[in-house]
């Protein structure tokens, strides 16, 4: 049994996750590629494994929507300095109009983190979105709504939901097979389970006025985990709702090591790798953090990203190494900052399988 198989199975005995999918890369190949523990523990038990989907919640952001937008941008379909407001119409004369693109895309617009979208009175889209509009920018600061307003853009400018426009320009083309919004009923049995009920978000959104909300109380598996996402939005946002697989993400990834290719161009992997600005103590690029204080052994050039339902990625250009670290962390009930708490260890000990 090797190091990482050590720590790996300690952090699930402690009950830091039930179960991961470990894969690790350079540009060429897949360097370790390994499952441990359980997919789901309740109501049944469902044993992890390599080609295990998983809600990859936040991952959602980089893979599916920044590239989406960079995609849309060196197509010269929009420019990402363009203002909101003048594309998405439920935007024009609110307080948020004049944010733009680029500042969305690496969180420097100063709109709020979340508000729990799903309590708002009326459902309706427009009043969704033209709410984000009106709500106080403060200072710059990770953001999920940011994101959800650039889903609709993508959606507006291609006239395609953001679910058939990733498949039809990136996950499809690249081969990624297993890469989706709104997974099948079908394939249910092969997705690790996230939640059970949505208590936590519960909890965030108690002072909301949720008495009445008809949550989620059952195990969820097959869809996303994020509220807004799937209540507001039918699991379909710029936020949250990619499940993946460790294999699919490796072929991302693996693109951009590479420099780009005819999908994924060079300009498009510039501006994923490559330090745009900064969001408060954070450098950032279209889609990514770039580099950190918590990257033992990787350089200062590594972007990565990490997902709430306990998932993240690495990619260090400087060294020709990826790391992607998926688990169900918030099964059955979410424990938070877990994955934080351990990230220089997973690196660590991912590292030392390259050598």
Known sequence: MCEIDMFINDKIQQGYFPGCVILLGDMQKNIFHKAYGYAELMPVKRQMEKDTIFDV?????????????????????VDIHEQIGNILPELQRTRNAKKNIFELLTHTSGIPAWYPLYLLHSQNEGEILKFIGNMKAKTDTYSCLNY?????????????SLKLFTEEKIFKPLGMINSFFVPSSKIKSKIAATEKGNKHEQVLSSK?????????????????HDGNSFYSFGGVSGNAGLFSTAEDIAIFLRVLLNGGNNIITHQIVQNLLKEQTSCGNEKRSIGFIVGGN??????????????????????????????????????????????????????????????
Do not use: Y
Not at 208 to 224: L, Y
């Open 57 to 77: 919640a936040s991952l959602t952001k980089p893979i599916a929507t920044a590239t989406s937008i960079l995609l849309l941008t060196f197509e010269g379909k």
């Open 148 to 160: 959800i307003l650039l889903g609709k853009v993508i959606e507006k400018i291609t006239g395609k």
């Open 208 to 224: 909301c006025n949720n008495a009445q909300f008809n949550w989620r109380t059952e195990t969820i598996v097959g869809e996303v």
């Open 294 to 355: 918590d990257l033992d052994g990787l350089s200062q050039e590594t972007i990565w990203h990490t997902g709430f339902t306990g998932c993240a990625i690495w990619l260090d250009p400087a060294k020709d190494v990826f790391i992607i670290f998926l688990s169900n962390a918030v099964h059955p009930v979410v424990k938070p900052n877990i994955i934080t708490s351990i990230r220089t260890e997973i690196i660590e000990h991912s590292l030392e399988m390259f050598n």
